[in-house]
Every structure is written in C-alpha cells, then in structure tokens.
C-alpha cells in the first residue's frame, strides 16, 4: 500500500469505530433522551481532555460490527484532575462482555491503580456476548484475569448505571465507592424473561432490579437521579471530595462566603422537649460550610444520615442520627450504611464527624431476623479500624451500646457535648421503671426521675473527663474546625493505614 492507501485505511477504521452502533441506533437514544457512551464520557471529563485507548479493538471477524468492541476506554480530566473511564456503548451489541473488552478493562483498572486516578464505570449492559463465552473454552478464557473482580481501594471508584446493568456492568457498580442511578435503570444478576426461564416466575423489571429497590429495600445505590446529565454530574461531585489515590488527601477548596452564618440560631433547630422530633440534616447544612452537604443513601436506613461535607475547605464524612425517623433509634439497615460509609472514608483519608442524637439501637424481632448483633458490631469494628481524625458532638441524648457506637468513649478523638445533652445506659423515665420498678404517677417516681436525670448531665462527663470539652451550639462549626486543624496526621501526611482496604463493598 502506498501513503494514500495507508492513509485512507487509516481514516475508514477511525470512522468506522467512531460510528458506534450506527446512526438509526443513536438517533432512537436522542429521541429517548439518553445520551450515548461517547456523549456521556463528554460530559464526564472536562472539555478537549478525553484520551481514547482501545479504539480500534473488537471481537469476531468484522470490526465494522463491533466499534471498539462496545466499550469505550480511556483517560481524562475531571475538573482538573486526571481520572480513568470504561463507557459501555449498548449501541454495539448490548455492549456484551467478550475477552477482548475484558482487556480493555483490566488495562484501565491497572493503570488506575498503579497511577493513582479516579477509575468511572457508565453502565448499561447486557451480560456475556453469546456464542464467544460459551462452552467450556470460553469459560475457562473469563478467569484468565486473577484480581479481575478484586477491590483494594487503592483509587475511588464510581459508577453510574445509565440503562439495563447485566453482567460486567452490575459487578462494578457493586463494587465502586459510590454508585448513581438514573430512574428507569436496572441493576439486577438476570433480566426478567431469563428468571422467567429458570424459575417460572413473571416478575417485572422494575421489581428485580428498578431504582426503589436498591434506593430504599437493598441500599445498593447512593443516589437516584432523573437524567444521564445529572447522574455524571453527581459523579463529578462525589469524586470533589476525595483524593485521586489513597495516598494522598482530598483537596482543601475555598470556603463559601455564608458559610456559618445559621450558627448563631442553631439551638433553636433542637426543639425544647426531648421526646419532639426535629429533622438533623437541618443542623448538618448549618455547621458545615454552605452548600457542601452531600448525602449518601438518603433513601434507606433513614434514622443514620451519612454524607461528604467541608468544615473550613476540608473534606469530611458526617455520620448523624436522624430523630426525624424512629426518634433516632438506629436501625440495622442505618448501621450497614453507617459502616460502610467508616469504610469509605478511612480508604480515602477523610476524617469522620459524628453528630449525635440518639435513644440506641432500633430492637424487636424484625431486627433480631436482620442479624442486629453481628449488624452493631460490624458498625462497631469499622468504627474502632478506622484511622483518620474522628471528632463527635453530643447534641441531645446518646444511650446504651449506641453511645460507643457513635463515638463515645476512646472511640473517638475529641468529644464535644452541648449542656443540652443526656448520656446513660437508657432514658431516665425507663430506668426508672426498670431499676425500681415505678411508673409515672407511682409515689417516688418523680423523685427518683430527678436523681437519675442528673446523673445523665453532660457536666457529669466533662467533670470525670469522659468528653474533653462542653460547648454552646453556636460555637459548633469552630470547634470542629478547630480540632480538624489539631487532629492532621502530620507524621503521615494526612494518609491513615487503611486497615479497611479489602472489606467486602456490601456487608
């Protein structure tokens, strides 16, 4: 072939491979309102950054039927920083897993972790592409990467699942530190005619894999999103908080001029009778610096809020009690969460804030069947294995096995309460009835409630040094900013010993 040859070849492999599935395919995508896998790593990486790898590979005899074997792979900015994506194109071939596609994935995750960059998964996938993986040759090809379902945490990982999640798809979502979903996307190990197959059971889509189910029943999903837009923008903000690799810490950012401005009113959010309910996240957005709070599973465990905040630039992970639901009593879907969220944040060096308020541990038979014991020790184990900063505020009542939990005791670095707070082994008016056998109206009842209700007093703790200070609310936000400053790992850098690298993603 001459120059021109070489040249023309050259640009009829490139377009061919860029074509994707084919125009009809991506019109009925922009019709729908979805974006497609190279729109999507568009809006993911900042403007003129994307660098493709693997564009021209592809599975079977004709490249033109498999476009970059139908997942685009490659590096780019996310505001600034370099970051890794797989892009799964459901236009060429439900974007099915074959061993070559498998390489472009395994390439992308060793890069990440052996150069420190943010890995992103856009899924929406059909599973295994039939007849490549069948049989006992094509079986024995998928193992052929020893870590290929292998989590150590070493880079964040995020996922979005964008369309049908089947196969390579769900795998990585469930294993990435944060995973979006977009409403009208599925996430389950089969699709519904295929369990209609093996079981005989006629179950909608929605209720195999919809977004209410990992939303609010499996907690699988962080956030539910309305568009492919907002979905990678949640991406970009997640990974705002973290550092690209666990060896570093996250970024500090600008403070937000109004940051701390509700503070002077804070007390006002906590309502004068302990048993009134109050919404915590209200408290949240006020100590924090403005517009930084970024919850994560709001839908599932709803008396536990956890989320990604800044406290004077820094990035921390807020872990609260939420007397909006159950009074507060934490639940054992909020000490999943809870503890995995510990997890995350160790990984990636960002400290810890408990803000607390609450009567104990959710209890009765239906905890009991959910494993509450083992459940509360997970939460208590990742809590106690964590090493970066933990900083806990008592705002209002900490009771029984939840008070190490939430942070009491050497279980956190620094302990703050307000002199509106109350800790004990349970709530006066029930210690009361339970020690002395008295109800309300009994005579001594009231007295001996009084005794007991000054033995919870936080100035009880301060005095025998149990907490190490009694703040007004007001000064909140400066003292956690404060003890932030006090509590850097100088020695290492900011980076804990991530003793947590290799916990399971879903405990």
């Not at 592809?58 to 490659?74: Q, R």
């Not at 795998?171 to 295929?194: E, H, I, N, T």
């Not at 510990?342 to 308020?357: A, G, Q, R, Y």
């Not at 400053?485 to 003793?499: D, F, N, P, S």
């Amino acid at each position: 072939m001459d120059r021109k040859e070489i040249s023309d070849d050259y640009e009829r492999r490139h377009a061919q491979a860029l074509a994707m599935g084919g125009a009809a395919k991506l019109q009925r995508r922009r019709d729908a309102g979805l974006l497609d896998a190279r729109a999507r790593l568009a809006a993911l990486f900042d403007e003129g950054s994307f660098a493709e790898v693997g564009l021209f590979a592809f599975s079977g005899p004709d490249a033109g039927k498999a476009p970059a074997d139908g997942k685009i792979a490659g590096f780019g900015r996310i505001a600034g920083r370099e970051a890794a994506a797989m892009s799964n194109d459901f236009t060429v071939m439900g974007a099915s897993s074959t061993m070559v596609n498998g390489r472009k994935i395994a390439h992308m995750k060793r890069v990440a972790a052996q150069r420190g960059l943010p890995l992103v998964f856009l899924g929406e996938s059909s599973g295994a592409r039939i007849p490549e993986t069948m049989g006992a040759a094509g079986m024995g090809a998928s193992g052929s990467d020893p870590a290929q379902y292998l989590r150590l945490r070493e880079t964040p990982w995020a996922a979005a699942i964008l369309g049908p999640c089947y196969g390579s798809s769900s795998w990585y979502s469930c294993l990435s530190d944060f995973k979006v979903m977009r409403k009208g996307a599925l996430l389950s190990v089969s699709s519904a005619p295929l369990v209609k197959q093996a079981t005989g059971a006629t179950l909608e889509p929605e209720a195999l894999g919809g977004w209410l189910l990992h939303a609010e029943t499996t907690g699988l999903v962080d956030q539910v999103v309305d568009s492919d837009e907002e979905a990678i923008d949640a991406i970009r903000r997640f990974l705002s908080y973290l550092p690209s690799h666990n060896a570093e810490t996250p970024p500090l950012q600008p403070v937000p001029p109004g940051s701390g401005d509700l503070m002077p009113g804070i007390l006002e959010l906590l309502p004068e009778r302990e048993t009134q309910v109050y919404d915590m996240k209200k408290i949240i957005r006020a100590i924090v610096d403005r517009d930084s709070f970024f919850e994560l599973k709001a839908r599932f465990g709803k008396t536990g809020i956890t989320g990604l905040a800044r406290l004077g630039g820094r990035a921390v992970g807020i872990i609260a009690s939420n007397p909006l639901h159950k009074g507060g009593a934490l639940e054992i879907a909020a000490c999943r969460k809870i503890a995995s969220f510990i997890v995350l944040c160790d990984s990636f060096n960002i400290p810890l804030v408990n803000l607390v308020d609450v009567p104990g541990f959710a209890i009765g038979l239906e905890a009991e069947q959910a494993g509450a014991p083992a459940r509360i020790m997970n939460y208590m184990t990742a809590l106690q294995l964590a090493t970066v900063p933990k900083l806990t505020v008592i705002l209002r009542k900490l009771y029984g096995q939840a008070y190490l939990n939430m942070g009491g005791g050497r279980n956190s670095d620094e302990i703050a309460v307000w002199p509106t707070a109350e800790i004990g082994f349970m709530a006066p008016a029930a210690g009361v009835t339970v020690v002395d056998g008295l109800s309300p109206g009994d005579p001594g009842f009231d007295d001996r409630l009084a005794e007991l209700a000054r033995e919870t007093s936080p100035w009880v703790m301060a005095a025998n040094f149990h907490v190490q200070q009694v703040i007004r609310p007001h000064e909140t936000r400066d003292w956690l900013v404060r003890m932030l400053e006090v509590h850097q790992a100088r020695g290492t850098a900011g980076v804990g010993r991530h003793l947590m690298q290799s916990w399971p993603c879903y405990l």
